[in-house]
């Protein structure tokens, strides 16, 4: 098994290794091929020099004779090739040994090559129309390129294998960088989902990364780690709580009816009811634990019926009315006027809603505070507030207040209550398509917002 660095390394490498190799064969065929067409231009150049040298020697002479163009005999030493003379009766005035050229390589400062094959051609000697000689040029055909041509196509040459090897080895060290930064982060989160597997959910992934998807990978097993650690606190919270909501009143039952029994607490009516009362109490904790499980299990039924929702809430809104004068409570009730408030939905678990937020409002509100219902449209929505200037919720809490049992720590210790209410309240809610937020302040008042979506309730 291969590391992404290191097979992204290597993937680097042979494609670079492919393209260098590439473009060397490339460079080298087209510099071959111009430097061949500028040598062929270079040798006809030559010819036509020769053969009008040859021409203005005639003109100037007016015959053929054994000095007539001896003097190009030197150049045509010094340059390698070799000259022929001859009149138009093909008959040789004067001519040069293709030997001596060959033997004159080693004198001259030509490298020292293959000679390869001795090639010779025949141009006419023109005076005006008239042909009035032969010149035959002949040369060993690798005796085209002289030291500097020979030099410079290996030069180039070199160049292009030095800066392969240079383009080479900045292509490994880049390519060393880049896998580092594909693999640095997977390997971090890979050994976080290694951590989180084995339950330690306080573990973060640092390594940033620039790149989109990594950077998207590595912030989302982030939030699921925090998720995680929610879940887990939550979980633990909740068998905590549990068992603390069913000790409570079995303590007190149990204290009691010992004492009872022991005849220290005398068995009176008053007593009874206060027994009774916890019994009571504790019914009804296993009731909302029930009622929790069938939401939760799906298993719920609704009754889906029109109903509008200003009505619904103005009689909920009076049978309160009662219960917030007698806390001294101010409980205000104020309707958008002139909107449809209908909806699709189940009335008796709407009525539940409102009745737990309301009761909680004037339960976490103290003597002399205010209680406002609102009931307004918002675009295609119907919007429902139930604000309070209550005790508030603490930021720490606010994330968990719709979680099973979970109470904030002030009320637990001092107002009554199970902490199943907004449970219920966030699932009948979601089955009836409507969202609920929350906006607190500890100290201040909180604010439950209430968002019915029109177009899917009706
Ligand atoms: P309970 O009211 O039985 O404790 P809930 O599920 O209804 O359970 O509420 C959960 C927690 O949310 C409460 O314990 C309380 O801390 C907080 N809470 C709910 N409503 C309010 C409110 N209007 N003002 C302040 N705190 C609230």
């Known amino acids: 098994m291969q590391t992404i660095g290191r097979?992204?390394?290597?993937?680097?490498?042979?494609?670079?290794?492919?393209?260098?190799?590439?473009?060397?064969?490339?460079?080298?065929?087209?510099?071959?091929?111009?430097?061949?067409?500028?040598?062929?231009?270079?040798?006809?150049?030559?010819?036509?020099?020769?053969?009008?040298?040859?021409?203005?020697?005639?003109?100037?002479?007016?015959?053929?004779?054994?000095?007539?163009?001896?003097?190009?005999?030197?150049?045509?030493?010094m340059g390698n090739y070799c000259l022929t003379l001859r009149n138009n009766n093909n008959k040789t005035i004067w001519g040069m040994d293709p030997n001596d050229i060959k033997i004159g390589q080693h004198l001259s400062t030509m490298p020292v090559l293959d000679n390869g094959v001795y090639n010779s051609k025949t141009f006419e000697i023109k005076s005006g129309e008239i042909i009035v000689g032969y010149v035959d040029i002949g040369q060993y055909s690798s005796i085209l390129m002289s030291e500097e041509d020979v030099n410079f196509i290996s030069s180039i040459n070199k160049s292009i294998v030095v800066s392969g090897i240079l383009a080479l080895l900045i292509i490994i060290l880049v390519s060393l960088y880049f896998s580092k930064q594909f693999s640095r982060p997977i390997k971090?989160?890979?050994?976080?989902?290694?951590?989180?597997?084995?339950?330690?959910?306080?573990?973060?992934?640092?390594?940033?990364?620039?790149?989109?998807?990594?950077?998207?990978?590595?912030?989302?097993?982030?939030?699921?780690?925090?998720?995680?650690?929610?879940?887990?606190?939550?979980?633990?919270?909740?068998?905590?709580?549990?068992?603390?909501?069913?000790?409570?009143?079995?303590?007190?039952?149990?204290?009691?009816?010992?004492?009872?029994?022991?005849?220290?607490?005398?068995?009176?009516?008053?007593?009874?009811?206060?027994?009774?009362?916890?019994?009571?109490?504790?019914?009804?904790?296993?009731?909302?634990?029930?009622?929790?499980?069938?939401?939760?299990?799906?298993?719920i039924k609704l009754n889906f019926e029109r109903i509008f929702l200003d009505e619904l809430i103005t009689s909920i809104y009076k049978d309160f009315y009662l219960t917030a004068e007698s806390k001294n409570i101010k409980l205000d009730y104020e309707i958008e006027p002139d909107k449809d408030y209908s909806i699709n939905g189940d009335r008796d678990k709407l009525i539940q809603v409102f009745i737990n937020l309301i009761s909680n409002a004037l339960k976490f509100t103290k003597i002399d505070g205010r209680v406002i219902i609102k009931l307004y449209t918002n675009?295609?929505?119907?919007?429902?507030?139930?604000?309070?200037?209550?005790?508030?919720?603490?930021?720490?809490?606010?994330?968990?207040?719709?979680?099973?049992?979970?109470?904030?720590?002030?009320?637990?210790?001092?107002?009554?209550?199970?902490?199943?209410g907004l449970t219920i309240v966030k699932n009948i809610l979601q089955l009836h398509y409507a969202s609920i937020n929350v906006i607190s302040k500890e100290g201040e008042g909180t604010t439950f917002k209430i968002c019915f979506d029109k177009d899917e309730n009706n």
């Open 379 to 420: 675009n295609k929505n119907i919007m429902v507030e139930v604000k309070d200037n209550g005790i508030g919720i603490r930021e720490e809490d606010l994330p968990f207040i719709f979680e099973r049992l979970y109470r904030g720590d002030r009320s637990r210790h001092q107002i009554e209550g199970n902490g199943i």
């Open 7 to 77: 097979r992204l390394s290597i993937l680097f490498v042979i494609c670079s290794i492919i393209a260098i190799l590439l473009i060397t064969l490339f460079v080298n065929v087209t510099v071959n091929s111009k430097f061949n067409q500028y040598m062929i231009d270079i040798q006809n150049n030559r010819y036509e020099r020769i053969v009008s040298y040859f021409e203005e020697v005639y003109k100037r002479e007016g015959k053929w004779s054994e000095d007539s163009g001896a003097e190009l005999m030197h150049e045509a030493y």
């Open 188 to 299: 971090d989160v890979a050994n976080m989902s290694v951590n989180l597997s084995k339950g330690n959910f306080d573990t973060k992934s640092n390594s940033e990364s620039n790149i989109e998807e990594l950077e998207n990978l590595r912030k989302s097993i982030n939030i699921l780690a925090e998720k995680l650690k929610q879940q887990d606190m939550l979980r633990k919270r909740l068998v905590s709580d549990i068992s603390h909501e069913i000790r409570t009143p079995l303590n007190v039952l149990q204290n009691n009816l010992e004492a009872m029994i022991d005849g220290i607490f005398p068995v009176t009516q008053e007593r009874l009811n206060y027994l009774n009362e916890e019994v009571v109490r504790f019914g009804r904790l296993l009731n909302n634990l029930n009622q929790l499980k069938e939401f939760e299990s799906e298993g």
